[in-house]
Structures are given as C-alpha cells and as structure tokens.
C-alpha cells in the first residue's frame, strides 16, 4: 500500500486541488491510503499552559469534503486533526503513517514574504524523510 499524507490549511481551492493529484494516480482505489492531516497552531493558555486544541477545534471544511471524495471514489482514507508548528506536525504525521509521500497545496509569496512569515512547504520539503509534491491551483484551473 502507498501511504500518502495530505497536509490542508482549510483553503478549499487548494485541498481539492491536492485530492484531484490523488485521485489521478494510477490504481488509486486499489493502491492508495491516504491521511488528511490538518494542524492548528498551539494556543497559550491566560495561566501560561498550552490548550490541546485538538479537543475543541473541528477539521475544516474542505479537510471533510477530501475524506468524503476519497470514501467516494472508493480510496481508502481517514483525516487527523493535530495542533502544533504545522511543518513539524506534517514531517511528524508522515513518520508516523510511515508515509511514501506527502502532498502540500502551495500558494504564491514574494521573496520578502517568505523570508518574514516563512514557509510550511518550504520546510518540509527540505526537512521531510519522503518525496514531497507541491500543487498549485493556478496550474490545475482550465478556461
């Protein structure tokens, strides 16, 4: 079986344009097991603590229309909802699912915006143990 590890951010354009690159391997349905993974950022408590903001934050929107098109289509999926530095989460997720690759939905950013906001792609593609694919909705749109 080849895992793969669909990371979403909640924009709906940008997921679906993941789960199309799923969907258009060959076999998919027979060879493909996917894991949604979706990672909010830790929030600090007003005593200083950490909130699990898995137990009260709900997988986004577009995080459930991926996992109800695979079921679909007959893919073999199941969707995660983590909190944390998003990249390492991802990186971690994949480890975890002893992943074959990890699929992440990229957006344009200026050089200066990279450099002060950074990138999530950006460091799991130079820090990720698999092969890792970026999409790109510009590309997937047709006229």
Same mark, same amino acid.
């Given at each position: 079986m080849f895992t793969v590890v /669909? $990371?979403? *951010?909640g924009h709906k354009e +940008? &997921?679906?344009?993941q789960v199309e690159a799923v969907a258009d391997y060959p076999c998919a349905s027979e060879e =493909?097991? &996917?894991l949604i993974v979706n990672v909010a950022?830790? =929030?600090?408590? *007003?005593e200083g603590g950490k909130i699990n903001i898995e137990e009260y934050a709900d997988m986004p929107e577009s995080a459930s229309n991926a996992l109800s098109f695979f079921q679909s289509e007959g893919i073999t999926a199941r969707a995660e909802q983590r909190s #944390? *530095?998003? $990249?390492?989460e991802i990186i971690? $997720?994949?480890r975890d699912a002893d992943a074959n690759?990890?699929? /992440? #939905? #990229?957006?344009? +950013?200026?050089p200066v915006g990279k450099a002060v906001f950074g990138s999530v792609v950006q460091k799991v593609i130079f820090d990720a143990e698999c092969p890792v694919l970026t999409t790109n909705i510009e590309v +997937? +749109? &047709?006229s």
């Open positions: /669909l $990371a979403t *951010d +940008r &997921v679906m344009a =493909i097991e &996917v950022k830790e =929030i600090q408590s *007003d #944390g *530095d998003p $990249a390492e971690r $997720a994949a690759q990890i699929i /992440l #939905g #990229g957006r344009k +950013r200026s +997937r +749109r &047709v």
